[in-house]
């Protein structure tokens, strides 16, 4: 008859012949075991495992992105660097460049400059005093001054503008050979006329007497308030050329003789004169090699303004 105790524990099933206090069953240690790895395994914690928030990544993402292109900035010269950042600036802000755009009112091209400092007449003693005075002093000397250049656009109210001749109208004939009214180009029966030029400059009234050629209906337009003085050329009186006799008389076999002779003395001259000339050159051709080389001249100021002005005319 089996016996349980208020435990629940059935001891008919004990083994009463094996009974060891010291040794462990299977569950037990599987029990201190799972015990024991709990004790090792790390404690979990949440916020280790948590992600930060959005403001954290976008400082991170631009300290990183700003740090780049640093380094691509600094990796430029200074006219590339300054022209990717006013475009990443028009770019990013787009209508705000007022606040960059350089102040141009006082910027002055070179013809503005002349324009400034232009004088119809410079006298030869007056004194060079800045850059600008000197280069509208230079421009003056590159002008022609024998004939003047006029505009009869308001001749009614008796008011002409004249100016000098440049090169290129020199060559052309404009003012001399051609009427030299801005808008005529009649080339007959031009006369010459003798003006008292009455002007303001840098409000200062001067006068200056002028000549210039026109055609008659620019002479006409000119004269049309009052006639202005007509210059002429003086004719000259010709001298009777005494006309002198030559008797004639060697025959043709002389003059034969005389034109052969003369032939073979300027053949002769022409055979000596190419010699001395390849002699010359050759003389010429030894001595560049046995002299020392040339330094070039510095150029002076001067000559500067003379080769600008002489690029400006062309």
Avoid at 5 to 18: A, F, K, Q, R, V
Avoid at 32 to 40: E, Q, S
Avoid at 181 to 200: A, D, I, M
Avoid at 235 to 253: E, H
Wanted: glycine share 4%; with cysteine; net charge positive.
């Amino acid at each position: 008859m089996s016996t349980a105790t208020h435990s629940g524990y059935d001891l008919t099933t004990e083994d009463i012949g094996y009974d060891s206090t010291n040794e462990d069953d299977i569950e037990t240690k599987d029990a201190k075991r799972a015990r024991r790895d709990l004790a090792d395994k790390p404690k979990y914690d949440k916020r280790e495992k948590a992600k930060a928030h959005s403001s954290v990544f976008s400082a991170e993402a631009a300290a990183d992105e700003g740090r780049r292109q640093r380094v691509q900035l600094l990796q430029l010269n200074a006219y590339d660097r300054h022209k990717q950042l006013v475009n990443t600036y028009q770019l990013y802000f787009p209508g705000s460049t007022a606040g960059i755009q350089r102040d141009n009112r006082n910027d002055k091209r070179d013809i503005d400059v002349i324009r400034d400092h232009h004088r119809f007449l410079w006298n030869e003693s007056e004194a060079e005093e800045s850059w600008e005075v000197q280069l509208a002093k230079r421009y003056y000397d590159k002008l022609f001054k024998e004939y003047c250049i006029i505009d009869l656009s308001r001749y009614k109210e008796n008011q002409f503008g004249m100016r000098w001749r440049v090169e290129a109208e020199v060559v052309t004939g404009n003012g001399q050979f051609v009427c030299a009214n801005k808008k005529c180009e009649e080339r007959k029966k031009l006369r010459t006329w003798e003006v008292n030029f009455g002007y303001s400059e840098h409000g200062e009234k001067k006068n200056a007497l002028v000549k210039c050629r026109l055609c008659f209906e620019c002479s006409y337009k000119l004269n049309y308030h009052h006639k202005k003085k007509e210059l002429t050329k003086r004719k000259k009186k010709s001298k009777k050329k005494k006309k002198r006799s030559r008797s004639s008389s060697s025959s043709d076999s002389e003059s034969d003789y005389r034109s052969r002779k003369r032939k073979r003395a300027e053949e002769k001259l022409e055979k000596e004169t190419s010699e001395k000339v390849e002699a010359e050159l050759e003389k010429e051709a030894s001595n560049l090699w046995s002299k020392p080389a040339e330094k070039e001249e510095e150029k002076t100021r001067e000559d500067v303004f003379d080769e600008f002005l002489g690029d400006l005319f062309l």
